[in-house]
């Protein structure tokens, strides 16, 4: 295999491309995490004089990465991110360029500012901006270590916890709560992706008083839940959820109840994306974690509908523990 | 007398002692009047309130008036002023120490308490996969090998449980002879609890089972002690199969009857796990050839729903199969949710498989109707909650088995069959759970669904609110006096 030259940015982009694709990178976190990386190298990497440039590149590299993989609403957040930063040093560099003093956003998409502005020079941006990717690069890689210094304020002692499936974050979450107070977690085995025997078995590992329950049981066990905690995929534009599968019924049987569901999300997972239709998010996986092929008579004969992630609806949330 | 040095502290004993040595003769007769007077109006007062309970119990021998047979302690006859205080039964109470033991002296079968119970549930039975090795002398040996099945959940289902039971009763009645010196009323009871001992210990009777056993008890009470025991047990051989005819065969025709009027084509029918019942409406439904299509929402690690998603393949029925968590997914499509139950409750509750309540609520937020078929044979006077109240807490590992084959193939066969190891490094092996003191594993069998998430119950006397469970049960009772 010939060595991939780091400084060859198409190429760069194509490799990230193939692996998004083939889901080797997975998850809202890892997939931030490699998109800041990738539009680093290609800031600096990639030759241009003039942000609009950089602006154009960023926007089509972009656009590559969630062509490869559409769930991924990080890559456009990271994205946004980026373009955000830019516009911001060029600003500081060049202020009031533009006559139109009032907001900048409407004022470009009434077509003021097509013929972009940011043409000036600008030696120091590129380090500039070079800069600010590698403050969002910090925040990304302390986001759940600040959520967790939430822990405290949410979590008390003797509270029953139910969890569904393995989120890192959720599970920094409770492991800080867990060193100073005492509490019990129920987590959800997630079928047939088993996400929450992982996630039980590592609360176990902590100390904490884990108990593994079938997705079945949710509705039974509810009355003696105090909390829910989820995770989250991404964060939709009307405050909805894309969370594993399950995540649903969950959060119906907490509002059934009257139980606080209480999501952890850092901000990179929070998207504009409007969920006109929710049946974009789910992610259908193949059918043999349900049905194997041992009963190949069966499959060819039925359907099976096996999602990977579930749309919760913005009412069923309570509260959005982030970073910031 | 003797003069006793009495330090300060005097036991209350040793105070009576001097008390009655300082009185003198008559009122030491006195006082022994009053205490023998005493003791025979406690003596008098509980006869009668002895009568009062017979008479009770006997009025209410045929009705359906406790669930639970296996009531170790009668109620608390302490003295006249303090109420009978009514104590859940046994196998409710199993965090009290005291009542363990007690039970475990009067077990047939002594079972192995689980290793790690669930605190929630602590009240609850919760005992390690039994063992095999079990062969009493007082137990038939078909009952031995109903109870093995059982236990191996082999037969599985309300009505096939009761049914198959109510044949292997038929055989242990065939085989049974009176002793000498005894009728064959009395004594065929205690025969059968002990039987049905046996039967409880391997799995946890079913409501169906409970309502049958009842029955044939009521049966044997009334039989005439002239009647010789072999036209004694041709009575009793009548009697169970009129059971079955009338309360499973002919029950379950009219329930089909009455929900084949509310299925129409084009219908998008969501149903939980395996019911007996809902699989008789489909297939008929389709023979009628109403067009419409089916959906199995199935539940781990029971895996029920393969089963009844392939007899519905055979019938050639359009089917899509998920497990619960997609629900979120397919009821926007569903019309109607249609299941069986295990049993029904007073308040309208219906117990059946873990996880229709999941499905119960989901119906409930789409707006769906959700349709429960129940022969009124598994109605029960019980009132229960929630799922906490009462339930069947079944074996641990059977969770960590990650492998989604349906129980058909998990059955224990001679011929060693592939089975695809799943060597996933993040799986939980047995051996590990057990060590981690922090983890626990929790596998319900059943749970409750509110009344007020039930649209209607389909039974053999029509269609009725599930809140009407008591109205039934009382025009029953009526009918047998």
Redesign the interface.
């Known amino acids: 295999m010939s060595a991939t030259n780091p400084k060859d940015v198409p190429l760069q982009v194509d490799i990230l491309c193939d692996k998004l694709r083939r889901r080797q990178v997975f998850g809202s976190y890892n997939v931030a995490m490699e998109t800041i990386k990738l539009i680093r190298t290609v800031v600096s990497n990639s030759k241009w004089s003039s942000a609009t440039k950089i602006i154009n590149t960023i926007k089509d590299t972009s656009k590559k990465l969630s062509a490869a993989q559409p769930i991924e609403l990080a890559i456009k957040n990271i994205t946004g991110r980026v373009l955000h930063l830019i516009r911001q040093e060029y600003e500081l560099k060049y202020p009031n360029e533009h006559e139109y003093q009032g907001d900048p956003v409407l004022y470009r998409y009434l077509g003021g500012d097509k013929q972009s502005k940011l043409d000036q020079n600008c030696y120091n941006l590129k380090s500039n901006i070079i800069e600010g990717i590698k403050e969002i690069i910090d925040e990304l890689e302390s986001s759940s270590h600040n959520i967790s210094s939430q822990a405290l304020e949410h979590i008390h002692s003797n509270e029953i916890i139910l969890t569904i499936g393995k989120s890192e974050t959720v599970f920094t979450f409770l492991k800080e709560a867990a060193r100073s107070r005492k509490f019990q977690v129920i987590v959800c085995?997630?079928?047939?992706f088993?996400n929450g025997?992982?996630m039980?078995?590592l609360?176990?590992?902590?100390?904490?008083?884990?108990?593994?329950?079938?997705?079945?049981?949710?509705?039974?066990?509810m009355?003696?839940v105090n909390k829910v905690i989820l995770g989250a995929h991404a964060v939709t534009g009307n405050g909805g959820l894309v969370a594993i599968?399950?995540s649903?019924?969950v959060a119906?049987?907490a509002k059934?109840t009257g139980t606080p569901v209480v999501v952890c999300a850092g901000l990179y997972k929070l998207s504009l994306k409007y969920p006109y239709d929710t049946?974009e998010f789910?992610m259908p996986m193949n059918p043999d974690?349900?049905?194997?092929f041992?009963?190949g008579d069966?499959i060819e004969?039925?359907?099976?509908?096996?999602?990977y992630f579930?749309?919760v609806s913005p009412d069923l949330v309570s509260l959005f523990i982030t970073n910031v | 007398m003797s003069e006793q040095i009495n330090g300060p502290h005097q036991s209350n004993k040793s105070k009576k002692k001097i008390q009655t040595q300082n009185m003198t003769k008559a009122e030491r007769r006195e006082l022994q009047e009053k205490q023998r007077a005493e003791k025979n109006q406690k003596k008098q007062e509980n006869t009668q309130l002895n009568l009062a309970q017979q008479k009770k119990t006997q009025q209410l021998a045929s009705s359906v008036s406790s669930l639970d047979l296996n009531r170790t302690s009668q109620p608390n006859q302490l003295s006249a002023s303090t109420p009978n205080i009514r104590k859940p039964p046994a196998q409710m109470r199993q965090d009290d120490p005291k009542m363990v033991k007690k039970i475990e002296k009067t077990q047939t079968v002594q079972r192995i308490p689980v290793q790690k119970p669930v605190a929630l549930f602590s009240h609850l039975t919760q005992y390690e996969k039994p063992q095999s090795n079990l062969a009493q002398d007082i137990v038939h040996p078909s009952i031995i090998s109903l109870g093995l099945k059982f236990s191996e959940f082999v037969i599985v289902g309300g009505n096939a449980r009761c049914i198959a039971m109510i044949d292997v009763f038929k055989k242990v009645i065939h085989d049974y002879v009176t002793p000498p010196g005894s009728s064959l009323i009395r004594h065929l009871t205690m025969y059968l609890g002990k039987q049905i001992d046996y039967l409880t210990s391997a799995r946890v009777l079913a409501a169906s089972m409970k309502s049958a056993i009842r029955h044939l008890k009521s049966e044997i009470s009334i039989l005439s002690i002239d009647l010789p025991d072999i036209d004694a047990k041709e009575k009793l051989y009548d009697e169970l199969d009129n059971f079955i005819l009338k309360n499973i065969t002919i029950a379950d025709q009219y329930i089909v009857h009455q929900t084949l009027q509310n299925i129409h084509d084009g219908d998008v029918i969501l149903t939980h796990a395996r019911s007996s019942v809902v699989l008789a409406v489909f297939q008929a439904a389709y023979d009628m050839g109403i067009k419409f299509r089916v959906i199995v929402c199935d539940s781990r690690p029971k895996l029920e729903g393969k089963e009844l998603l392939k007899r519905l393949v055979a019938t050639g029925i359009p089917c899509t199969y998920i497990l619960s968590n997609a629900l979120g997914v397919v009821m926007k499509e569903v019309t109607k949710v249609i299941v069986g139950a295990s049993a029904l409750f007073s308040n309208g509750a219906v117990m059946s498989r873990a996880g229709t309540a999941v499905v119960a609520m989901m119906a409930n937020e789409f707006q769906v109707p959700f349709i429960v078929c129940c022969e009124t044979y598994k109605f029960s006077d019980v009132v229960r909650l929630d799922s906490f109240v009462w339930n069947e807490i079944g074996d641990s590992d059977e969770l960590l088995d990650l492998t989604n084959s349906e129980p058909s193939s998990k059955l224990p066969s001679v011929v060693p069959t592939l089975t695809n190891m799943q060597s996933n490094a993040s799986m939980i092996r047995r051996s590990e759970w057990r060590n981690l003191d922090s983890l626990g594993i929790l596998n319900l069998h059943y749970d409750v669904t509110p009344s007020h998430l039930v649209t209607m119950c389909v039974c053999e006397i029509g269609i009725i609110s599930s809140t009407s469970v008591v109205t039934v049960l009382r025009d029953l009772l009526e009918k047998k006096e």
């Open positions: 085995e997630t079928a047939p088993f025997h992982e039980a078995k609360l176990a590992i902590e100390g904490i008083e884990t108990t593994l329950i079938t997705d079945s049981a949710i509705f039974a066990i009355s003696r599968t399950g649903q019924p119906l049987a059934f049946d789910y974690s349900a049905i194997n041992e009963n069966l004969k039925v359907d099976v509908v096996n999602p579930d749309f």
